[in-house]
């Protein structure tokens, strides 16, 4: 009897022993950029949480709200507010909402042809993103650098037919976000976003011949977010995986990987909810 209450235990403790890492919270990210070595620092350091986070990457912006949405991954971390509220609007069955800021990566305009912004030419061509919010975005910055003038009702989802006057006759192309920088060489200047500019090699802090300023109000809709379905907002798992990215050993990889390139940006949750319901009124 002995002997067999020997072997129970040691067959116990065998399966402990290779079942230990059952208790591991399994957690998919999935991110639409290259700027991403602040997740691979939480990724290293939510191990110690027995947190196994998978990060999941696309290249398509219009993929990572439909994969949280339909269940294949758990969180994303690649758009703004105004984007996630466009895609809310759009999308009227999806449960998504912020759980918090990442950064504010400023949009820039780029050129292999010109040093500076005030040597556009008339008839110069621009590609800009093709998305509802991030076009209105480009605009606003093609209006910001003097070169268009916008309607005043243009607000965050105007298009190309909301310019009212365009002075140096600028052919504007709207494309896909991905393609904005790949199209350098075949236009005269372009609007791109940050993480699409970093993942083409480009300093997007040194960059660009002229750069959104990211002091005004104006901006906050362009805050970069983390999303979860709505049923997942008081997680705890996700809440500690955002504690980890808002800590010093993150926060230190963000700015050496985008060369402080982007600003940080941690709200609470009620400036969050105050960013939203100015989207929505």
């Given at each position: 009897m002995?002997?067999?209450?020997g072997l129970i ?14 208790n591991n919270?399994?957690v998919?990210l999935g ?9 691979e ?7 110690k949480e027995?947190?196994?986070i998978?990060i ?8 990572p709200?439909?994969a949280?949405s339909?269940g294949d991954?758990?969180m ?13 609007k ?11 800021t990442?950064v504010?990566?400023p949009?820039g305009?780029?050129s292999?042809?010109v040093k500076d ?5 008339d008839?110069?061509?621009v ?5 509802v ?10 209006e910001?650098?003097?070169?268009l003038?916008?309607?005043?009702n243009f ?5 190309i037919k909301d310019?009212?006057?365009n002075p ?13 920088a790949?199209?350098?060489d075949?236009?005269d200047?372009s609007?791109i ?5 970093t993942?083409?090699?480009l ?6 011949i ?5 002091t005004s109000?104006?901006v ?8 979860v379905n ?6 705890k798992t ?5 504690e980890?990215?808002?800590g010093?050993?993150?926060?230190e ?9 982007e600003?940080a940006?941690?709200?609470?949750d009620?400036?969050?909810?105050e ?7």
């Amino acid at each position: 009897m002995k002997k067999i209450i020997g072997l129970i235990l040691a067959t116990l403790i065998v399966l402990a022993a290779c079942g230990g890492g059952g208790n591991n919270k399994k957690v998919t990210l999935g991110v639409a950029s290259n700027d991403i070595a602040a997740w691979e620092k939480v990724k290293e350091l939510a191990k110690k949480e027995n947190i196994d986070i998978e990060i999941k990457h696309f290249s398509d912006y219009n993929v990572p709200n439909k994969a949280l949405s339909d269940g294949d991954i758990d969180m994303n971390a690649f758009q703004h507010f105004a984007f996630l509220n466009e895609y809310k609007k759009v999308h009227k069955d999806a449960k998504i909402e912020a759980i918090s800021t990442t950064v504010l990566a400023p949009l820039g305009i780029y050129s292999k042809k010109v040093k500076d912004i005030k040597d556009i030419k008339d008839g110069a061509e621009v590609t800009i993103p093709n998305d509802v919010s991030n076009q209105a975005r480009a605009l606003k910055l093609l209006e910001s650098a003097g070169l268009l003038k916008l309607k005043d009702n243009f607000g965050l989802n105007g298009t190309i037919k909301d310019i009212q006057s365009n002075p140096k006759n600028i052919k504007i192309k709207a494309v896909d976000a991905q393609q904005t920088a790949r199209a350098l060489d075949d236009v005269d200047f372009s609007v791109i976003n940050n993480g699409v500019a970093t993942k083409a090699g480009l300093n997007a802090k040194k960059d660009p011949i002229y750069l959104e300023k990211i002091t005004s109000d104006a901006v906050k809709p362009y805050i970069n977010v983390v999303a979860v379905n709505s049923k997942d907002k008081d997680n705890k798992t996700f809440k500690k995986i955002i504690e980890l990215y808002h800590g010093k050993e993150a926060q230190e990889a963000l700015k050496k990987d985008t060369k402080n390139g982007e600003k940080a940006v941690n709200l609470s949750d009620k400036a969050i909810k105050e960013i939203e319901d100015s989207l929505t009124k």
